[in-house]
């Protein structure tokens, strides 16, 4: 049998894990500053800096305009100067192509400088503008944002008196302005806030949405969840040829050493304690060396779900048979010596990390299995919380056999049964890699994971995966007899296999396939599709939507979107196409579509103060309905759900990006809920 040292597995996971984190929800993921530098008597640089928290991108210049935002510099006044050449973008530039949009598109991460020349022409020059950028993450997108400059200064002597230039949105050509026309610019940009918009709709609700969002348990739920993998995990890890066999020898030698049996006892227990600390400590440590923020930032990089699906993969294959995963001998050596040579409460201890190191080859792919999921999640403590479990679970029989010895004559003998555990947790492990290697697969637009694609290999996995549990495929490490039926239970949960494979095979034509859509590719994806059940909003103005809701008595829906959103046309194509989603959306709701990247400008510009006490200046729709998601819910990424009342009230807890139609079938169905009471 191959064996395959664990250290080049190791160093690859947690250098995976070594991925960049994200930033909080509500924090500004773009910093940018911006200065003045005088290249010459006759020109002058802008220069926009921008630092780019881990996570985030920022895309570039001159994008396709059915493409993301791109980051352009609009120049709203120009005395005594003109614009030299188009924005320049500088630094490490990352071109991808994007499924979603069908194009290549290039991207700032870290770090990004933006730098827009302009050539001085009169006695003195006065410039004022904005950039306008885009910037998204894995999950994410800002609305376009806006940072503005202002400056001023003096040209080269004998220059003519200044006049202003500024470029016509439609042409791209100067046009002369007067000191009249811009006197009257100015005072439509100070019209106030509550002139235009305004009114018991606007008014905020963040301290609501927090109430809500704060009471709805997400993080608790998550984290019990993670808790009870780990558990299940730990107790498919008891079943395992390499831990089974060691409880009676080990739980006997405690007792049998012990003068008294409550010494055995308390040895046995220190025994599970001392397991419970290993595995704990390697989860807690996982968050320290890393850092609180990583784990959000690896639920879809393309590089780490890439190394994530191969060591999926290589575990499979080693419950398989084909190899076994084996650390060093020196270390199992080394701790056995010294738990030999050593007493007490230390020795236990070196015992219960000898169990861990003997063990690998069979916990080993669990753990990995394990931490490749948790570290997805996007909780702080889902390692600690994941390997508690796992920890819980291993140690659990060991005391409880020192306590009740009589169970141990009870507990089933070691078999071929554990064998079979190890290749159901073979084939599981191989259909969880395609989920992974579906994200690089997105990310990087290679269009070899479609969805039918996905659901053909799954339905090959799972129709194999019932094959091997009634008997009809056999693999070498498999110790059953040709003529030998398969156990009872085995041959039950081959049935279930065989029912989830026909249940998937709609879905090569097009069925939402609801069970498995969180691991699935998007449904956009699927090149064949004999399924439409497109959603779309009635309304794409907010207060012509709410006065239709408090016509119709109805809850209101506020999709907060961009065209340039990707993973809101992923939600979209995912989501929204499932039958029980699109009926409330349809139905029960006024959905409301509000595209904050909406270029067509307002009627007239105009000033509002922000919730942080500055103030920013609105330019067009899009901006507009930023502006209401900004101080009205307190928010700023996209896509991002809310249900309000015919009033402006909140209902319930938001909703972001994250392609699970149960969850957001709930989330849609508490809002009307709260409508009815």
């Known amino acids: 049998m191959i064996r395959i040292s664990f250290k080049m597995l190791a160093v690859t996971l947690f250098a995976a894990l070594h991925a960049a984190g994200v930033m909080a929800q509500g924090d500004l993921p773009v910093h940018f500053s911006v200065q003045q530098k005088v290249v010459s008597p006759t020109e002058v640089d802008v220069i926009f800096s921008g630092k780019i928290d881990n996570g985030w991108h920022v895309y570039s210049t001159g994008l396709p305009a059915d493409g993301p935002t791109s980051a352009v510099l609009n120049t709203e006044k120009a005395e005594g100067a003109k614009p030299i050449g188009k924005l320049k973008a500088l630094g490490r530039e990352i071109s991808s192509f994007d499924q979603i949009f069908g194009m290549k598109l290039r991207y700032f991460e870290k770090s990004v400088t933006f730098v827009q020349r302009y050539q001085i022409t009169g006695k003195t020059y006065r410039l004022k503008g904005y950039l306008e950028y885009g910037a998204c993450n894995d999950e994410n997108c800002m609305p376009p944002t806006q940072v503005e400059f202002s400056y001023s200064g003096k040209g080269p002597d004998g220059a003519p008196e200044a006049k202003e230039e500024v470029k016509d949105e439609a042409t791209e050509t100067p046009v002369a302005v007067t000191a009249d026309s811009l006197s009257a610019d100015t005072a439509a940009v100070a019209d106030t806030l509550s002139a235009n918009i305004g009114g018991d709709l606007w008014k905020p609700m963040i301290k609501e949405l927090q109430a809500f969002n704060g009471d709805n348990g997400n993080t608790d739920r998550s984290l019990l969840y993670i808790f009870l993998m780990g558990l299940v995990g730990g107790f498919v890890a008891l079943f395992t040829p390499c831990v089974w066999p060691i409880i009676p020898m080990t739980v006997s030698f ?34 320290v060396i890393f850092g609180a923020s990583f784990a959000n930032a690896l639920a879809t990089n393309a590089v780490v779900n890439i190394i994530f699906c191969l060591l999926l993969v290589v575990f499979a294959l080693s419950f398989f048979g084909w190899f076994e995963l084996t650390l060093p001998s020196s270390w199992t050596n080394k701790i056995d010596s010294k738990a030999s040579s050593t007493s007490g409460l230390l020795s236990i201890f070196l015992m219960a990390f000898t169990l861990a190191l003997v063990s690998f080859s069979c916990t080993g792919p669990i753990i990995g299995f394990l931490l490749v999921e948790v570290t997805t999640s996007g909780s702080y403590m889902a390692p600690a919380m ?34 079979t555990i ?28 479609d969805r039918e694609v996905f659901l053909a290999l799954w339905i090959v996995i799972f129709g194999m995966l019932g094959l091997y549990l009634i008997g009809k495929l056999k693999f070498q490490s498999d110790m059953y007899g040709e003529d030998k ?39 956009n994806t699927q090149d064949f599709n004999l399924y439409h059940n497109e959603v ?45 989603v699109a009926d409330i959306l349809n139905n029960e709701y006024i959905l409301i579509s509000l595209y904050v990247d909406d270029k067509r400008p307002l009627a007239k510009p105009m000033e509002v103060s922000l919730p942080d006490g500055t103030r920013k200046t609105l330019r067009t729709i899009g901006d507009k309905w930023s502006y209401l998601q900004q101080s009205k819910f307190g928010a700023l990424v996209q896509p991002f759900y809310v249900p309000v009342d015919a009033q402006g009230n909140v209902l319930g807890s938001s909703f972001s990006y994250k392609e699970d139609v149960g969850e957001y079938v709930d989330f849609l169905k508490k809002g009307i809920e709260k409508v009815k009471n």
Do not use: H
């Open 485 to 523: 039926p398969m156990p009872v239970v085995c041959i039950m949960l081959g049935m279930v296999s065989f029912a989830f494979v026909v249940y998937m095979v709609p879905g090569l034509w097009g069925a939402p396939c609801k069970a498995v859509s969180a691991f699935a590719p998007p449904m």
């Open 422 to 449: 190890k290749v159901v947790l073979g084939f599981i492990e191989l259909a969880f890699a395609l989920k992974f290697f579906s994200v690089a697969d997105l990310a990087y637009g290679w269009g070899l994971l």
């Open 254 to 287: 405690f007792l049998k050493r012990a003068k008294d049996k409550k010494k055995g006892v308390r040895d046995a227990i220190t025994y599970g304690v001392s397991i419970i600390v290993i595995y704990l400590t390697l989860g807690i440590a996982l968050t």
């Open 536 to 580: 779309k909003p009635k309304y794409t103005d907010y207060e012509e939507g709410m006065a239709a809701a408090a016509s119709q008595g109805k809850p209101v829906l506020i999709d907060f979107t961009g065209f340039g959103c990707v993973n809101c046309r992923k939600m979209e194509a995912s989501v929204w196409t499932d039958p029980q």
């Open 386 to 419: 994941g390997m508690f479990g796992f920890a819980l679970a291993l140690a659990l029989p060991f005391t409880l056999f020192a306590l009740f010895p009589t169970w141990l004559k009870q507990a089933p003998k070691s078999g071929s049964w554990m064998n």
